[in-house]
């Protein structure tokens, strides 16, 4: 299925300025998560400062190309490491997730609203030109997690506002079906060591898992666990990441704190985290991929990068919370985040 699609340049996320009381857009960390920097310059007069940022990608080869995808104004694109950005023209809103080919970083995967319709859009040659390669049958779904293939760009999931998990293996030709939640799907991982593993964040209260590729899902909160010798996480879900070198080992961030589990979910142990962000949702979650004993988490407009001896702590002072968190894949001292308005 080709749909080609024109775009429509959009600048509603633009402002003039933007003090540092209002600084939403991107930050960056140049000592592996420890302080971070605002990062938001288009040109003299506009900037991303007060852009709500939902999604982010930094190019695997060439890692002075970050994209980010916002809520109203699409996606933009920085060739120089967040120092300035420019935006792209792609005719969507609602920008839930930019993927990038591990194969080749000319094929991008962006998902998004589409005359009100949840989308995957992709383009072969850096951005220039997109084509329609998905699209939901009602208006008012939307495309809430996307990841490619560790190993291979044709191969990319979906989840959906709905609940559905679906699977090209074609770079977007045809998808298959393979799950269906009865609420919405917040995240996508691949176990970066055992690729026949995904897990899936659905809605606050559960995740589900396949061990075999897809073939069968489960969820992790019915396996049969001894209470007393298996623990289990706590309060309401917001967020999952996965070690980039042990297979099976899961992070989640709650309300109630960081969990770990190294058996795909079966027992879970609490992670010794600062007491006060006990009772604020960690609403974005990161396994550093140079260090799987480092770990970056936030909580509301706090973001916690653990360290030799604790954590070090970092105010964003913006009225904004994080949202997203990125690793630089190269450069393990470079750490992006995103920000964008609390939820009422």
Known sequence: MTILIAGI?????????????TTGGVMKSVDAGKTFESRVTIDEKNSLARTNVLSMAIDPVNNSTVYIGTDRSGVYVSMDGALSWKQIDVGLSDITNVAISPINTQRIYVSGMYNGRG????????????????????????????????????????????????????????WENLYHANSIINDLLIDASDLNTLYALVSNDDIVRTRDGGTTFESIGDLKRVRDVEGVYDGNLFSIAVSPAV????????????????????SWTSVDVIASTIGIPIHAIKVSPHDPNQLVYAAAKAVYTSVPGGWAITDTTS??????????????????????KAAN
């Open 119 to 174: 989308s995957v859009i992709l383009t072969d040659d850096g951005g220039v030109n997109w084509r329609r390669v998905y699209v939901e049958p009602e208006d008012g779904t939307n495309i809430t997690s996307m990841i490619t293939s560790l190993t291979n760009g044709n191969i990319v999931y979906i989840g959906t506002s709905g609940g559905t998990i679906a699977r090209t293996g074609n770079g977007g030709e045809s």
């Open 319 to 340: 009225e904004r919370v994080v949202d997203v968190i990125r690793h630089d894949p190269i450069d393990p001292n470079v750490v992006y985040i995103g920000l964008r």
């Open 9 to 21: 340049m959009m600048l509603f996320g633009c402002t003039l300025g933007g003090s540092s009381s």
């Open 247 to 266: 297979s099976g080992v899961i992070f989640v961030g709650t309300d109630q704190g960081v969990f770990r589990s190294a058996d795909y979910g079966l």
